[in-house]
T-cell receptor, first 116, second 113 residues
Framework: GAVVSQHPSWVICKSGTSVKIECRSL??????MFWYRQFPKQSLMLMAT?????????EQGVEKDKFLINHASLTLSTLTVTSAHPEDSSFYIC????????????FGPGTRLTVT | QKEVEQNSGPLSVPEGAIASLNCTYS??????FFWYRQYSGKSPELIMF????GDKEDGRFTAQLNKASQYVSLLIRDSQPSDSATYLC?????????????FGAGTRLAVHP
């Protein structure tokens, strides 16, 4: 149980284009999903928290107009990186918190984004 | 002071030994505590969580929590080379909002044959 998927697992895009990453909880309902970014050899950095049916809460320093988050259902959240630049190249990981769980988060496998 | 602190390591232990990973946190009102394992290039996977003071065992893993000392640890018995990874400590702070987790920077464990 508690499986989270992400799609795509990796993506290469040109500078200036937008990329959408999907995060799905496959066998449980997730009221809250989280988006993280991780640069090589660095720790996880929480970007934003999304709750089903409401606006995402962004961490300080994260541009909400650049990283658009939509949490359309209890099993799906999407992150769109708009007008991507090479410095946005990173490992993006989502996690989901189960509706009736104990606050543990289950992580998706991550999406490796490379912007050329 | 960082909210969740871990020694970055690497912690090197021989195969079969006990690996002891430590974590301290600053928010005295923190409610729950988690250990994740992250292999290089992969996403974190949950090992176990603990809420109450004392020990919690799950297979080769034991989590220990001491809220008075604001300290949580993870013991790995009979360490195997496959345990070599970065171990992340995470804490639910009292004022987290949306129940987000605060992660430490992780401790890199290397188990050598």
């Amino acid at each position: 149980g508690a499986v989270v998927s992400q799609h795509p697992s990796w993506v290469i895009c040109k500078s200036g284009t937008s990329v959408k990453i999907e995060c799905r909880s496959l066998d449980f309902q997730a009221t809250t999903m989280f988006w993280y970014r991780q640069f090589p050899k660095q720790s996880l950095m929480l970007m934003a928290t999304s709750n089903e049916g409401s606006k995402a809460t962004y961490e300080q320093g994260v541009e909400k107009d650049k990283f658009l988050i939509n949490h359309a259902s209890l099993t799906l959240s999407t992150l769109t990186v708009t007008s991507a630049h090479p410095e946005d190249s990173s490992f993006y990981i989502c996690s989901a918190r189960e509706l009736l769980g104990a606050n543990e988060q289950y992580f998706g496998p991550g999406t490796r984004l490379t912007v050329t | 002071q960082k909210e969740v602190e871990q020694n970055s390591g690497p912690l090197s232990v021989p195969e079969g030994a006990i690996a002891s990973l430590n974590c301290t946190y600053s928010d005295r009102g923190s409610q729950s505590f988690f250990w994740y394992r992250q292999y290089s290039g992969k996403s974190p996977e949950l090992i176990m969580f603990i809420y109450s003071n004392g020990d919690k065992e799950d297979g080769r893993f034991t989590a220990q929590l001491n809220k008075a000392s604001q300290y949580v640890s993870l013991l790995i018995r009979d360490s195997q080379p496959s345990d070599s990874a970065t171990y992340l400590c995470a804490v639910t702070p009292f004022s987290g909002g949306y129940n987000k987790l605060i992660f430490g920077a992780g401790t890199r464990l290397a188990v050598h044959p």
